[in-house]
């Protein structure tokens, strides 16, 4: 069973900081993606990467996967109130699953 | 512009009863998906589609089942609710299944078997 783990379970930091959060996996997957899900709606989209060591950045956040295609993280610098939400990773498998972790439920406390 | 969209949003069930959840894309998918969603467990995959008139078992089939008549809309039914099955349900589509694709979810129902 592919499994992705996520950490931390649950942040809370003041606007201003800055911030890390990371899916691992023992199993490597074809791509990873991102998703920003807040209250009451779906998970929205925030990134997908494929390549071994890519990094990609969306205006304050930067997602790079790892060399072996077995983790990844996110960085938000200077997070904002708007950055509020779940933030769940999802590993593609070989067998054309999408298998997502927990999650990480970030606040950020104007 | 619709995307995804489910009905019912929030529906509550004795535990044996029946009923459906409906899904519908505007958007020529070939893929949708059903999800489940509870606390620390992320989203679990219950069933797929690659196209009209096919389904795929997920993670977590059991106690679930799904048509897809149409290529717009991919149905999940609850023959005997459980108690267990409470939960927060996402219907998703895709272009293909070929990574990177976009998965769109639809807003979620909420299910309470009691």
């Known amino acids: 069973t592919q499994l992705l783990e996520q950490s931390p379970q649950f942040l809370s930091i003041q606007e201003g900081e800055n911030l890390t959060v990371y899916c691992n996996s023992s199993?490597?997957?074809?791509?990873l993606q991102w998703y920003r899900q807040e209250p009451g709606e779906g998970p929205v989209l925030l990134v997908t990467v494929v390549t071994g060591g890519e990094v990609k950045k969306l205006k304050r956040l930067t997602f790079q996967f790892g060399d072996a295609r077995k983790d990844s993280s996110l960085h938000i610098t200077a997070a904002q109130p708007g950055d509020t939400g779940l933030y769940l990773c999802?590993?593609?498998?070989?067998?054309?699953?999408?298998?997502f972790g927990p999650g990480t439920s970030l606040s950020v406390i104007p | 512009n619709a995307g995804v969209t489910q009905t019912p949003k929030f529906r509550v069930l004795k535990t044996g009863q029946s009923m459906t959840l409906l899904c519908a894309q505007d958007?020529?998918?070939?893929?949708m998906y059903w999800y489940r969603q509870d606390p620390g467990m992320g989203l679990r995959l219950i069933h797929y589609s690659v196209g009209e008139g096919t389904t795929a078992k997920g993670e977590v089939p059991d106690g679930y089942n799904v048509s897809r008549l149409k290529k717009q809309n991919f149905l999940l039914g609850l023959e005997s609710a459980a108690p267990s099955q409470t939960s927060v349900y996402f219907c998703a589509s895709s272009l293909t299944g070929n990574s990177g694709n976009t998965i769109y979810f639809g807003e979620g129902s909420w299910l309470t078997v009691v």
């Open positions: 199993s490597v997957f074809s791509s």
């Open positions: 999802a590993g593609k498998t070989s067998y054309d699953k999408v298998i």
């Open positions: 958007m020529n998918h070939e893929y």
